[in-house]
């Protein structure tokens, strides 16, 4: 059986196929909700789950803070914090 290290982008290269989509895809500020395909991305996330809308992150630690503080605010957020802040 073939295994698959899925723990981060940085384990895999894209193929030519992948680099050639990359390099065509139709790009936009996701910011400013001018993204094609992080719309559609959100759209599909928000239709699935039977929502008005959906928000993507960019990785797993994003999504845990966007679930702290919308459950439990800036103040109590900070709390479950234990580490040093970066300088």
Same mark, same amino acid.
């Given at each position: 059986?073939? @295994?698959?290290?899925?723990?981060? +982008?940085?384990?895999?290269?894209?193929?030519?196929?992948?680099?050639?989509?990359?390099?065509?895809?139709?790009?936009? +500020? +996701?910011?400013?909700?001018?993204?094609?395909? @992080?719309?559609?991305?959100?759209?599909?996330?928000? +239709?699935?789950?039977?929502?008005?809308?959906?928000?993507?992150?960019?990785?797993?630690?994003?999504?845990?803070? @966007?679930?702290?503080?919308?459950?439990?605010?800036?103040?109590?957020?900070?709390?479950?914090?234990?580490?040093?802040? @970066?300088?």
């Amino acid at each position: 059986m073939k @295994v698959v290290d899925l723990r981060s +982008d940085t384990m895999t290269r894209p193929t030519s196929a992948m680099s050639q989509a990359m390099a065509e895809a139709e790009v936009g +500020d +996701d910011v400013f909700g001018e993204d094609p395909t @992080v719309n559609a991305l959100e759209k599909m996330a928000a +239709d699935r789950m039977g929502k008005e809308a959906a928000l993507f992150v960019a990785s797993g630690t994003m999504g845990t803070l @966007v679930g702290l503080l919308a459950q439990c605010g800036l103040g109590a957020a900070r709390g479950l914090c234990t580490c040093a802040p @970066v300088a």
